[in-house]
């Protein structure tokens, strides 16, 4: 089953991460509420850095239980672990190790210090996915690049065509750095809500391809992923200027 599109405006990227932050922690204390342990995937990028922020400025009053959270990446960098190139090591400065998740809930992907291609880091995801992802996501972050790619999944790559596999490799990535590991599509329809978090006018017409009837995987992979029971975009005003 896939969710029609909600679309949330926001006046700036300030307001478009607090409002992301202020969600994610009621969807993280709901879901707890039932008895489940949220298993959240995290995205790269400067309006996630934006939401990191506001995390770690509002997690620890809210009502998670940060042991009780279990975290994931939609993809990464293949550079050093202690590079800053690398989505987790940003995350982690941001809020995480401030909110105190405990490490074996942390799910990195592993880095050039671990395994010596990326082909081998997504072999390794794909196996702790089976071993602890749970039966899915209880929230997906995706921040949309501009010629509408999700994750590191590209307009006109192989990966986008990946059913078998859960998560892959990317090589001569058009953003830098060009080697990288990303969940396949398949992987992120195990998301119970999706969510799309989209600033600048830069991604305006990104956004619009990609919620248009006419957008083609190939072309807007970011047309592609939906909750099994939920879709949203977060949106700053310049994001939705073309809608
Ligand atoms: O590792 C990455 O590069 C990200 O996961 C990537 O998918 C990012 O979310 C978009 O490119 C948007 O990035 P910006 O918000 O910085 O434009």
Redesign the pocket.
């Known amino acids: 089953m896939t969710t029609e599109a909600l679309i949330e405006v926001h006046d700036d990227a300030a307001a478009l991460a607090t409002a992301v932050a202020g969600e994610l922690l009621a969807r993280l204390a709901d879901a707890q509420s039932a008895d489940r342990v949220p298993h959240v995937v995290l ?6 850095d934006a939401v990191h922020a506001e995390l770690a400025r509002l997690g620890a009053a809210s009502d998670v239980d940060w042991t009780r959270v279990a975290l994931w990446w ?2 990464e ?1 293949f550079v050093a672990a202690g590079s800053e190139d690398r ?1 987790a090591g940003q995350a982690r400065a941001a809020f995480i190790d401030a909110l105190g998740v405990p490490a074996e809930h942390v799910h990195e992907v592993p880095s050039t210090d671990d395994v010596a291609t990326a082909e081998e880091a997504a072999e390794r995801y794909a196996d702790a996915l089976a071993e602890h992802g749970a039966d899915g996501f209880e929230v997906l972050m995706l ?3 501009p010629d509408g ?4 999944l590209f307009p006109g790559f192989p990966q986008l065509d990946e059913q078998e596999r859960s998560v892959v490799a990317v090589h001569d990535s058009p ?1 830098p750095p060009p080697d990288r590991v990303t969940l396949t599509f398949p992987t992120l329809a195990r998301a119970r809500s999706t969510w799309f978090l989209v600033s600048g006018e830069g991604k305006a017409e990104a956004v619009a391809r990609a919620l248009s009837p006419a957008a083609t995987p190939a072309e807007t992979p970011a047309s592609v992923p939906r909750g099994r029971e939920e879709t949203t975009w977060f949106l700053d005003r310049p994001a939705a200027s073309h809608l």
Do not use: F, P, Y
């Not at 995205?43 to 996630?48: V, Y």
């Not at 790619?149 to 590191?152: C, G, K």
């Open positions: 995205t790269g990028g400067t309006i996630a939609g993809d960098r989505n921040g949309v690049g790619h999700v994750a590191s953003k």
